[in-house]
């Protein structure tokens, strides 16, 4: 089945700074990605759809400044958090879907971010 | 507004069946997942309904009502892998999902 490769799957960062993650689909090309952030014992929030060649789109109250997404080729997205802080800290999850709806879409592993 | 409920919590025992419900209001509808998510994991895809009835997948069944706006998750022969939280997502006009809080699945020997 499908594949989508998250990386990293931990990350420690200081406040103000910057980090980058990244979601691979694998043997398959995805034109389109989604970006979710989890806080702990609540529902996924799509944060924003990342879409190749074009100018990912935000959700309502996410920041694009802050939440950069490139989505530069059709098996790799990138999510930076930039200058982040403390109240970024998360479980960030980017998903993909190969086929039809019936199949269901593919998420990567998660990034679970602290920001210190 | 859009809304999807299911229960916060639920406990069962080993090798019993339970049943999780979900019950939604979207604007327009395109279909209902599933998804089973271990702690500090990524969910991973279970089932899609799109027209009413029961969809079997081994142990693991789901129904869809779409006039009731209701669906359940069916896991038979339950097993402590099992635990888990389970997703709800209905995908609506716009091909958005939109998701459920999840239900926390407990199993007890």
């Known amino acids: 089945g499908a594949v989508v490769s998250q990386h990293p799957s931990r990350v420690i960062c200081k406040s103000g700074t910057s980090v980058k993650i990244e979601c691979r689909s694998l043997?398959?090309?995805?034109?389109?990605m989604f970006w979710y952030r989890q806080f702990p014992k609540q529902s996924l929030m799509l944060m924003a759809t990342?879409?190749?060649?074009?100018?990912?789109?935000?959700e309502q109250g996410v920041e694009k400044d802050k939440f950069l997404i490139n989505h530069a080729s059709l098996t790799l997205s990138t999510l930076t958090v930039t200058s982040a802080h403390p109240e970024d800290s998360s479980f960030y999850i980017c998903s993909a879907r190969e086929g039809r709806e019936s199949d269901g879409y593919t998420f990567g592993s998660g990034t679970r971010l602290t920001v210190v | 507004g859009q809304n999807i409920d299911q229960p916060t919590e639920m406990t069962a025992t080993e090798g019993a069946i339970v049943q999780i419900n979900c019950t939604y209001q979207?604007?327009?509808?395109?279909?209902l997942f599933w998804y089973q998510q271990h702690a500090g994991e990524a969910p991973t895809f279970l089932s899609y309904n799109v027209l009413d009835g029961l969809e079997e997948k081994g142990r693991f069944s789901s129904f869809l009502s779409r006039s009731k706006g209701y669906s359940y998750l069916l896991l038979k022969e339950l097993q402590m892998k099992d635990s888990a939280s389970y997703l709800c997502?209905?995908?609506?006009?716009?091909?958005?999902?939109?998701w459920g809080a999840g239900t926390k699945l407990i199993i007890k020997p």
């Open positions: 043997d398959f090309q995805a034109t389109t």
């Open positions: 979207t604007s327009g509808f395109n279909g």
């Open positions: 997502a209905v995908m609506d006009s716009n091909y958005q999902l939109i």
């Open positions: 990342s879409n190749e060649g074009s100018k990912a789109t935000y």
